[in-house]
């Protein structure tokens, strides 16, 4: 099991509600964004001397923007209903990982100076006789703390009587914290790169190159065939943008070379963009429409230029998210692609349906050496749909691994589809400097997990987000599993998926072998 220097959680036969234990976490907080990562997008690059000014004019802008902001901040009742729904409150016991609690750090604000009888009763000096408090500078830092200790899985909201969106507070408060220059390095630095080079690596045209054609010759030392991954290539019909981690990680890669193969045997052109090469989006981490904006319109703009009839995602849960919440307001019309296709596709839609049209010769038993659980993705799961179906994105990714591995097993249904939980490192939390929060935060997921094990004989966990593959390859083992159980579902395919001309690399060992003899 892998060390560490805080103690950590020991896996109970159920997910328990842990005793309230004031600030456990309250230490807890991710590296400022340096000032030149905040001026690249457009923020304050560091405090300002009217730093409460700044932050109540940001305050105000952004209720006057979003509508259901105020709302939120109007509507919660106390009733408790999400206290206990959050896996970072469920993994560290500090009750401001409570959603209620952490809502309300920017809510007592809200009510002081947005409210009349916040208003009223502060200028009388009775603020907190309304639940409001004056807005101190040792709020922003708690703020920064505490809102980056909520991965915006929104599984509070599906429990909240008044569906009250804690992810949209998170974000809002992000922004304020942004504006007035107190922004997250992690995420910040990563926009920066996604603007001056396309992807959130900083991958240069020349290394995603070689990436790709190192792939394709993996691909055909493996099977003897030729599998092609453009690069730029005009006239293509699909454009697909996926994330990053899928040029350079296992899983990732693994899944990537999947989508390569389902491409090639469709017989579909496709190709990728050295200019929008990232699916991901970081803008919504960080509560800015503006900055996902500028980032989505770099898919629009690759799109326009390759001429391409249709856009596929890859395996991203908040790519995902972004891309079909948002992306056809944030950087449409799209009215020059092919109107017979979704805009965008996801590719377990693609997949999917080239399954059931029996374009694919698929053999399930090369998965036979697992046996597979499956975890859904919270900004999947709860965030956006898949097919024209209710209840797509549930059933779609578990058709697929049905389709290509004989064996499959769901954890506990109290930890599935919309009350799934969250792999505890989404929502821009994936540094190691959040290490301590991401594995408590992954508790939950990993009691299920366990459990299935311990009683089905679960080997394996596939996931279609590359954030929670490469959280559960991190977290895997401090909870006594092997950092290679987590798996891409399109690995799954690309295993079971027979390429026409295939000859398997153990088939021309026995052909050399037998030509020796």
């Given at each position: 099991m892998a060390k560490a220097e805080f103690e950590i959680p020991e896996i109970e036969e159920f997910i328990e509600v842990p005793e309230v234990t004031p600030g456990t976490m309250a230490h807890?907080?991710?590296?400022?964004?340096?000032?030149?990562?905040?001026?690249?997008?457009?923020?304050?690059?560091?405090?300002?001397?009217?730093?409460?000014?700044?932050?109540?004019?940001?305050?105000?802008?952004?209720?006057?923007?979003?509508?259901?902001?105020?709302?939120?901040?109007?509507?919660?009742?106390?009733?408790?209903?999400?206290?206990?729904?959050?896996?970072?409150?469920?993994?560290?016991?500090?009750?401001?990982?409570?959603?209620?609690?952490?809502?309300?750090?920017?809510?007592?604000?809200?009510?002081?100076?947005?409210?009349?009888?916040?208003?009223?009763?502060?200028?009388?000096?009775?603020?907190?006789f309304v639940g409001a408090k004056e807005l101190e500078r040792e709020d922003l830092d708690q703020w920064f703390s505490y809102y980056h200790q909520c991965s915006q899985c929104r599984r509070c909201s599906v429990f909240c009587p008044y569906g009250i969106d804690t992810a949209e507070i998170t974000m809002a408060a992000r922004e304020v914290l942004?504006?007035?220059?107190?922004?997250?390095?992690?995420?910040?630095?990563?926009?920066?790169?996604?603007?001056?080079?396309?992807?959130?690596?900083?991958?240069?045209?020349?290394?995603?190159?070689?990436?790709?054609?190192?792939?394709?010759?993996?691909?055909?030392?493996?099977?003897?065939?030729?599998?092609?991954?453009?690069?730029?290539?005009?006239?293509?019909?699909?454009?697909?943008?996926?994330?990053?981690?899928?040029?350079?990680?296992?899983?990732?890669?693994?899944?990537?070379?999947?989508?390569?193969?389902?491409?090639?045997?469709?017989?579909?052109?496709?190709?990728?963009?050295?200019?929008?090469?990232?699916?991901?989006?970081f803008g919504m981490f960080i509560g800015s429409y503006e900055n996902m904006r500028k980032i989505s319109l770099r898919i629009r703009e690759a799109a326009l230029e390759l001429g391409v009839k249709r856009i596929i995602f890859g395996e991203c849960g908040h790519a995902w998210r972004v891309a079909y919440s948002f992306l056809n307001t944030l950087a449409g019309p799209f009215d020059f692609l092919d109107p017979d296709y979704p805009v965008p596709q996801h590719i377990l839609e693609f997949t999917w349906n080239e399954i059931q049209k029996g374009t694919l010769n698929l053999d399930p038993s090369r998965n036979d050496d697992m046996v597979l659980t499956y975890h859904d993705s919270c900004n999947v799961a709860r965030a956006s749909r898949m097919g024209d179906m209710p209840g797509g994105q549930f059933i779609i990714p578990r058709n697929v691994i049905k389709a290509v591995c004989n064996n499959f097993v769901d954890m506990d249904p109290d930890t599935l589809y919309e009350k799934t939980f969250c792999c505890g490192g989404g929502g821009g939390l994936l540094t190691d400097d959040l290490m301590e929060l991401r594995i408590k935060g992954g508790l939950p997921r990993m009691t299920a997990l366990k459990q299935v094990t311990e009683e089905?004989?679960?080997?394996?966990?596939?996931?279609?987000?590359?954030?929670?593959?490469?959280?559960?390859?991190?977290?895997?083992?401090?909870?006594?599993?092997?950092?290679?159980q987590i798996v891409s579902v399109h690995q799954l395919v690309s295993n079971a998926l027979i390429l026409t001309g295939q000859t398997d690399e153990d088939e021309d060992d026995d052909d050399s072998g037998e030509e020796a003899a």
């Open positions: 807890s907080s991710p590296y400022v964004a340096k000032s030149e990562f905040q001026e690249t997008l457009g923020y304050a690059g560091e405090v300002p001397d009217d730093w409460k000014e700044k932050t109540l004019e940001a305050m105000g802008d952004l209720l006057g923007k979003y509508r259901g902001l105020q709302v939120f901040m109007d509507s919660c009742v106390k009733c408790g209903a999400c206290t206990d729904k959050c896996h970072y409150y469920l993994g560290t016991k500090d009750p401001l990982n409570m959603p209620v609690a952490r809502q309300d750090l920017m809510r007592k604000v809200y009510r002081r100076y947005f409210t009349f009888a916040g208003k009223f009763f502060g200028k009388l000096g009775m603020a907190s942004a504006r007035v220059g107190i922004g997250q390095k992690y995420s910040n630095e990563i926009i920066g790169k996604v603007f001056k080079i396309g992807n959130n690596l900083g991958l240069p045209e020349p290394a995603l190159e070689d990436t790709l054609e190192g792939l394709e010759e993996d691909i055909e030392d493996e099977t003897g065939v030729k599998v092609r991954f453009p690069l730029d290539e005009k006239g293509a019909d699909i454009l697909l943008v996926t994330p990053s981690a899928d040029f350079f990680a296992e899983p990732h890669v693994d899944g990537l070379m999947g989508y390569g193969k389902v491409f090639h045997e469709t017989g579909v052109s496709w190709t990728l963009s050295s200019k929008a090469s990232e699916a991901a989006n089905q004989g679960v080997t394996h966990m596939a996931a279609i987000c590359a954030i929670c593959k490469s959280q559960f390859t991190k977290i895997l083992p401090y909870y006594g599993f092997d950092m290679d």
